[in-house]
């Protein structure tokens, strides 16, 4: 256990340590670069098919079971467990002001909100600073990179693809926590995403199986959102929703 906490910190005051080489945020895109749209469409129509087979009937089981408070509970606690992580992209990107309040609320949440099920921490209006490796990347200097659609997780692009898999090692629990509890993490969040898709369910419906483009109607409103967050400017020409055919039509 030491060892390896011993080489996580190596990792990370290395990774720490390109900080001082960036000097600026990447360039703000300023299109869609979709090269491969008919692999990231193919990849699309299977999660749409994952979607429609497992987990919006599943979502909708969790939903109707479940009571509210206690799928908020779950989600607080997901949201707990993800903190770490946070606070460690939040040191990276120099936000101290960001890792400090972060830290402040899973202190908070994690004694007197009972783990995290609670969330006491909000009504001292301390909220989540969220973050990823992929702002971090973000803030380094790495533009976004290509649009890719990956399969069971959807819309992304190279730079918050490559954010995703860094994300599991900037958290402590990943690799502090002792077996079987390193796995309470994914199990939690898992639940919290099918809580998630359970409340959005219209819009989610919407955008996957009443759009008559559902591809480019969830790029287009992926890239915005992410865009949006990170600071950039949004799209503002029509990125391709027109001429083309329902493709995933019933």
């Known amino acids: 256990m030491k060892n390896t906490q011993k080489t996580s910190i190596r990792s990370l005051l290395a990774v720490m340590s390109l900080v001082v080489i960036a000097s600026c945020t990447a360039p703000a895109p300023k299109a869609i670069n979709d090269p491969h749209e008919a692999n990231n469409r193919r990849t699309h129509e299977a999660n749409r098919r994952v979607d429609k087979a497992l987990v919006r009937p599943a979502s909708g089981a969790y939903g109707n079971i479940l009571p509210a408070p206690v799928r908020q509970g779950v989600g607080n606690f997901a949201s707990n467990l993800n903190l770490p992580g946070v606070i460690v992209n939040n040191l990276l990107q120099l936000n101290i002001d960001g890792a400090v309040k972060n830290t402040w609320r899973f202190v908070i949440n994690t004694t007197v909100g ?45 730079r918050d693809a490559l954010g995703m898999v860094v994300d599991v090692f900037t958290n402590p629990l990943t690799f502090g926590a002792p077996s079987p509890e390193r796995y309470m993490g994914p199990v939690v969040k898992g639940l919290s995403k099918l809580g998630d898709r359970y409340t959005y369910s219209s819009t989610v419906d919407a955008i996957l199986y009443d759009s008559a483009d559902s591809y480019a109607q969830a790029r287009l409103l992926y890239l915005q959102s992410r865009r949006f967050q990170l600071g950039q400017e949004q799209i503002e020409e029509d990125q391709g929703d027109d001429g083309y055919d329902d493709f995933y039509a019933d």
């Open 114 to 158: 009972l783990g995290g099920i609670l969330d006491p921490s909000s009504t001292f209006e301390l909220y989540e600073d969220s973050s990823d490796f992929g702002e971090t990347l973000h803030v380094w200097g790495m533009g976004e990179g290509e649009y890719v659609e990956l399969p069971f997780i959807g819309p992304s692009t190279q």
